[in-house]
């Protein structure tokens, strides 16, 4: 029984994409060659791991097994290049980080800058996904660390907390909000216009699940790219924001914004950094998480 490392990538997209044609094109091969190389693994192991579906497949018990020693074939050999770095030149580590919106917009630029100019030869591929689908990518090995926030269930993962932020309102100081010291998100919905980041962000998902959950529907007047640039449309009278009570105070002109409380459970959330439980990660990863660390202790201080 003999399979080579193209069979498991091959694999590793399948499990991915959940598409045979997909997956051939991620690992530079035919569709007629990759079906070939599924069936002779099937063959091998006397066992289905495939099951052909309208819309792409679906993998059995037996391909589920696979995938999953797959992966850490995978992982093992980033220990390996990543522990062999310092003896080989030209040898380059990757480190695949999943975060929020809220993350990458506040203190992991800190963690990443100080870290990638110590680290000339590591290579961050930082992804944004909501903090529910950051636990499910990492628990399935699509990820080597995930930052989290908010009542995320991440049961079966090693988890260093980090701090606990707040999400707020915020006004210009000409609003009618302004006077007021605290809100309820229900009550601002229907009755004002937002300001928000691009709509396939992190948090704007999240903000608009929680209205849609509440039978309504965000009036968002503006999406711009960042927190900052929130801030100052903010400011310039466009509407209202919720952002991180941080990423407020960060503003550059602070005093002219109008901070609310949110009176919402969900408004106060614990940021975690998570990983696959039991994982082997290359030091350069165990530096990284010393730095994010380090960027967390500022954020809360």
């Known amino acids: 029984m003999r399979h080579d490392l193209t069979d498991l990538r091959l694999f590793l997209n399948v499990g991915e994409t959940l598409n045979l044609t997909r997956a051939a094109e991620r690992t530079f091969l035919s569709l007629p060659a990759a079906s070939a190389r599924v069936k002779h693994m099937e063959e091998a192991f006397k066992a289905r791991l495939l099951v052909r579906l309208a819309t792409g497949v679906a993998l059995t018990p037996a391909g589920e097994v696979l995938l999953k020693h797959a992966n850490a074939v995978f992982r093992q050999l980033e220990c390996l290049n990543a522990d062999l770095q310092p003896y080989a030149s030209g040898l380059k580590g990757r480190l695949r980080l999943l975060a929020n919106t809220t993350a990458t917009n506040s203190f992991l630029a800190d963690a990443l800058s100080t870290f990638l100019a110590e680290n000339p030869d590591v290579d961050v591929e930082l992804e944004e996904k909501i903090s529910g689908d950051i636990v499910i990518a990492i628990r399935a090995g699509a990820g080597d660390l995930g930052l989290v926030a908010g009542n ?4 079966g993962l090693d988890v260093t907390p980090l701090f606990r932020d707040e999400l707020t309102v915020v006004t210009s ?5 302004a006077a ?4 309820h998100f229900a009550d601002l919905v229907d009755a004002y216009q937002f300001v ?3 709509p396939n962000s992190a948090i704007q998902t999240f903000l608009e699940d929680i209205a849609s959950g509440l039978g309504k529907r965000l009036c968002q007047r503006v999406h711009v790219g960042s927190f900052e640039a929130v801030c100052r449309m903010v400011e310039a009278g466009a509407g209202i924001a919720v952002v991180p ?6 503003y550059s ?6 901070v609310l409380k949110l009176e919402d459970a969900w408004a106060l959330r614990d940021r975690l950094l998570c ?3 039991g994982r082997d990660l290359p030091s350069f990863a165990e530096c990284f998480i010393e730095h994010v660390q380090r960027a967390a202790r500022g954020q809360s201080a």
């Open 245 to 250: 009570r941080a990423c407020a105070a960060r």
């Open 253 to 258: 002109r602070p005093d002219a914004l109008h």
């Open 196 to 198: 928000g980041i691009h």
């Open 275 to 277: 990983r696959q439980r």
């Open 173 to 177: 100081l000409e609003h009618p909000l």
């Open 152 to 155: 995320i269930d991440v049961a």
């Open 180 to 183: 007021s010291k605290s809100a």
